[in-house]
């Protein structure tokens, strides 16, 4: 008679199929881990900084030009962010990121002025814009073709998930204790996260040595050999996140302000678009890893559109959560977006290729902040119009501008 399979190794089966289906290699799973776990502090006071900004005495115009900052950082960033990640390994850069990063948080505990919080934000960002080119890149490194949407699905839900309920506890914080020391308490509860986070990364990443360091090249040529398939999406995403850039830093002030919303009301909107969010990434990268990029990113471009509109057209709480919705809505296509880059990007150089890509899109999108500011000095709803028109036109031309190559190698040998 055959023998019966043992319990265990049954087990084990599923739990390599369960890995499997989700992608979650060794090193995916270390890197999602540390998303979730600094993420969880992070979203306890993210999304109240220009109330943190405002309170410490900023105006509307400071608020604004603190968010070209942190789109100015978010660019000039990504470049060295890849460099680093290809020279000295995704191990080793990440950590370095994350060290950076928890310098970034005492800064921002200890903001007495808004100035202290524009200094803050040079190491801050090291986590989300530095070490974005070396995620890319694990993950194109870790995972085949076929399974990449569903690495940065998961990745993404990991990142997404602490604003379910992270932003609700900041707002209930802020409204307990004050804007200040409500942020206050936020930051010491991340800096403490960020170093668990530090710990594990340290311990549990693996990594094999290359086997000759990568190719040293200018900047400029860095851009004349991304893939021209690259490039077209590259303007799409311009003219997406500048209309995003332009709203962005007034969301919060125009729900708060104009609309009359409390801390933790404003808290629960961020929870409800993620969890929009969380529910598509699964099924939309089983069908973008199936099926093709294309119809996922222009879905979500669309709703990029429509979002700042819904915004700045909301009279209620109740309408919000609509608009809020339509946001969440708006991640669907994210997966398959971050999976097409790193299909086009050339494996020798990913870090190097993402880093390029991102650079290029954050200058781009650097004075929206600003224009935003004038827009809404002169009437809030403005804000989100000019919005929603600027992102129309990415939309516009990646349907009409933008093709897939015939294959991957063919649109390689076109640099």
């Known amino acids: 008679m055959p023998e019966k399979p043992s319990t265990d190794g049954g087990g084990a089966g599923k739990l390599s ?8 290699e060794h090193n995916v799973a270390v890197l999602v881990g540390a998303v979730l776990i600094i993420g969880m502090g992070e979203q306890l006071w993210a999304s109240f900084v220009p109330k943190y900004l405002e309170a410490l005495g900023a105006t509307a115009v400071v608020i604004g030009f603190f968010g070209t900052l942190e789109a100015v950082l978010d660019a000039i960033y990504q470049y060295p ?8 390994g995704r191990k080793r850069s990440l950590v370095l990121y994350n060290l950076i990063a928890i310098g970034g948080y005492i800064l921002y505990a200890l903001g007495l002025h808004w100035s202290l919080i524009f200094a803050g934000a040079l190491f801050v960002m090291a986590w989300g814009s530095l070490s974005l080119p070396a995620t890319f890149a694990l993950i194109g490194d870790s995972l085949p073709e076929s399974k990449r949407a ?3 699905s998961v990745q993404s839900i990991l990142k997404r998930a602490p604003h379910v309920v992270a932003p609700i506890v900041g707002g209930v914080l802020l409204q307990r204790y004050g804007v200040a020391t409500g942020m206050r308490i936020g930051l010491v509860v991340t800096i403490a996260l960020a170093l668990v986070t530090l710990w594990l990364q340290q311990r549990l990443y693996q990594e094999k040595p290359r086997e000759q360091p990568p190719e040293r090249m200018s900047l400029w040529r860095s851009f004349l050999v991304l893939s021209p398939s690259l490039k077209r999406l590259l303007i799409a995403e311009i ?27 404003y808290g629960s909107l961020v929870s409800l678009q993620m969890t929009v969010s969380i529910l598509t990434y699964i099924p939309i990268a089983r069908l973008a890893d199936r099926y093709g990029r294309r119809p996922f990113v222009l879905a979500a471009f669309a709703l990029f559109a429509a979002y700042p509109l819904a915004i700045g057209l909301s009279p209620s709480y109740l ?21 097409l880059i790193v299909d086009l990007a050339h494996p020798e150089r990913r870090g190097r290729d993402v880093g390029v890509y991102y650079l290029i899109r954050g200058l781009c999108v650097t004075p929206a902040p600003l224009l935003g500011a004038k827009l809404w000095e002169l009437n809030p709803q403005l804000t989100f119009v000019a919005a929603t028109a600027i992102a129309t036109l990415g939309l516009l031309w990646f349907a009409f501008g933008f093709r897939m190559p015939d294959t991957k190698a063919g649109d390689a040998s076109s640099q």
């Open 150 to 152: 569903m690495g940065f």
């Open 81 to 88: 962010g890849g460099v680093i990640s290809d020279r000295l």
């Open 319 to 339: 309408a919000l959560l609509f608009a809020f919705a339509v946001a969440g809505s708006r991640e669907l296509g994210e997966p398959a977006r971050k999976a």
């Open 17 to 24: 199929a369960v890995r499997d289906f989700f992608a979650l």
């Open 239 to 265: 003219l997406c996140r500048v209309g995003q850039g332009v709203s962005k830093v007034f969301i919060v002030l125009y729900a708060m302000n104009v609309v009359g919303i409390t801390a933790g009301q």
